[in-house]
């Protein structure tokens, strides 16, 4: 990772050395002493895992899923990243913020690692520094690394929780207004899994859930699993972007797993290292010894939150919904072993509102640095907000699907020709 950053910050101003220090002229009346700014993730290990130990964390900003995706992903975009340490006056950290540096039409913007791949995007706060960073402090400590970095333009924070684990999120305070869509969950009552569901479901949906378990058990055995030795994890992934890739096909989108680097990364990641878990958990339902249904899940304290799910629409089983009884199944295992959320990400669908009953508000900010990025966060902003009245509007949902799907035809069609 640190020849394409080395070389893409060749191309713009010169930042502040790395792992320079950017201290505060009046540490008085802030509650941090220095950030620090590096672009090696493994400088950082060891105060990162100490620090997600306590902190507010997603499963997204975890270290053992930042640092297989840029290794994978980032490497294969030549991502040019950074990793803020706030630092107290004994030069432990308060706070981490992984960021990617991104170029778009001549502006140089940061965002949090990960892009659509991260349901949540947020720093690592411990949490008595978080609850000390009102809005005027936190605008201030992402000015100072904004400086610290050199030659930003703006910071463009999406899709961040406005809570985590019951306590603010600090640089929610300075969003501009809420995201397109939320993210949904479901509270885990130790002891009583069955209990939670019967909770959030109706007792119609339990029925419809029912028939559908009968259905699929008349196709032949089958089998819930989750795969941790590499080769099960090669052979539930095969499955997963086999799928996936029909999926995206039919719906005339592009695959983002498709994405070079992702394979790699999923692997990377749902892989023991010997010292730590693994972040990323897969599972397959299998019907006669073949995935028909997959699920991949990041795990972080006491919350699973759900990645990505694929089934196999050529399977006669599909009609059945596998799906969702792999869904259910996962979720009484995570009861089971102790997890208290199970999410099921951002962006709207029926078997999100027919299995959660809570929600986690996202918001937007977009912070400029100059001129330039003050035009730039604005049309960030609108863009944002249109996209929030389209989802908000089914009628005009709808017209942008078929709006997108011309349009997409009508690219396919020139290259055709």
Wanted: glycine content about 8%; proline content about 6%.
């Amino acid at each position: 990772m640190s020849a394409p950053a080395m070389s893409a910050r060749a191309e713009s101003p010169p930042p502040a050395p790395i792992s320079q220090e950017s201290r505060s002229p009046a540490m008085a009346v802030r509650p941090w002493q220095a950030t620090t700014i590096h672009d090696d993730i493994a400088a950082v290990e060891r105060e990162w895992r100490a620090l997600e130990a306590r902190a507010l964390v997603t499963p997204y900003q975890a270290y053992g899923w930042v640092r297989p995706f840029i290794e994978t992903v980032g490497a294969a975009e030549r991502m040019d990243v950074r990793f803020a340490a706030v630092r107290d006056a004994d030069g432990a950290a308060l706070a981490i913020l992984p960021l990617v540096i991104t170029r778009r039409n001549g502006i140089r913007f940061a965002e949090f690692i990960g892009g659509k791949h991260a349901n949540y995007h947020m720093g690592l706060y411990a949490p008595d520094f978080a609850a000390k960073l009102d809005p005027a402090a936190a605008r201030l400590l992402l000015t100072e690394i904004g400086v610290a970095i050199g030659g930003l333009d703006a910071f463009i924070f999406v899709n961040q929780p406005t809570h985590w684990q019951g306590q603010a999120n600090p640089l929610a305070s300075l969003a501009a207004g809420p995201s397109p869509s939320g993210a949904y969950k479901l509270a885990l009552a130790a002891g009583d899994c069955d209990g939670s569901l019967r909770r959030s479901m109706s007792s119609h949906a339990h029925k419809k859930l029912k028939n559908k378990r009968n259905r699929f058990a008349s196709y032949g055995p089958s089998e819930f699993l989750r795969a941790r030795e590499p080769a099960e994890i090669a052979r539930v992934l095969d499955a997963f972007l086999l799928q996936k890739s029909a999926r995206f096909r039919a719906m005339g989108v592009a695959d983002p797993f498709a994405q070079p680097g992702m394979r790699g990364f999923i692997e990377r990641a749902a892989q023991a290292d010997g010292r730590h878990a693994p972040v990323l958990e897969l599972y397959s339902l299998d019907l006669a010894g073949s995935p028909v249904a997959t699920y991949i899940g990041a795990m972080q304290g006491g919350r699973f939150s759900g990645m990505a799910t694929s089934f196999d629409m050529e399977s006669e089983a599909a009609k059945t919904s596998p799906g969702e009884i792999l869904l259910i199944d996962l979720i009484k295992l995570k009861c089971r072993e102790g997890t208290t959320v199970f999410d099921l990400g951002v962006g709207e669908a029926r078997y999100k509102t027919t299995i959660c009953d809570e929600r986690d508000e996202l918001v937007d900010s977009f912070l400029p640095l100059t001129a330039k990025g003050h035009a730039f966060a604005g049309v960030a902003r609108a863009k944002r907000w249109a996209k929030r009245r389209i989802k908000a509007s089914p009628l005009a949902l709808k017209l942008a699907h078929r709006v997108s799907g011309w349009l997409k035809r009508g690219r396919s069609n020139a290259v055709d020709d």
